[in-house]
């Protein structure tokens, strides 16, 4: 069943968003049980987990090179193309801001 494309696109920026505020969060907890600075080890794991956000959110990168090959070959409408880029733009968005709340709430510039 093909969801909406609406849905999709606030589907995507959740899942980002939750990939990098939940790996975060909880990845944290192994630093201080090992010993770790937890707020240090939560901005290192919210950089590193940005491009996972964005694969995790829009299914899986083979779909999306798909969906490419399909809007610029012709095989498609352009509009698949469009879409296919408004969902990464989306998981982008929620990737972003994931690590802007990140930063508020530890006081910590994430690079």
């Not at 939940?22 to 944290?28: H, L, N, Q, R, Y």
Request: charged share 15%.
């Amino acid at each position: 069943m093909e969801e909406r494309f609406f849905e999709s696109f606030i589907h995507c920026f959740f899942i980002a968003f939750g990939v990098v505020v939940g790996g975060s969060i909880i990845g944290s907890i192994g630093a201080f049980a090992t010993g770790d600075a937890p707020l240090t080890s939560i901005a290192r794991l919210a950089n590193n987990l940005r491009i996972w956000a964005v694969v995790a959110a829009i299914g899986g990168t083979f779909d999306a090179i798909e969906n490419f090959q399909r809007g610029l070959l012709g095989d498609g409408t352009t509009m698949d193309l469009v879409k296919q880029v408004l969902l990464i733009l989306s998981a982008m968005g929620g990737v972003k801001t994931a690590t802007t709340l990140i930063e508020w709430l530890i006081q910590e510039d994430i690079t």
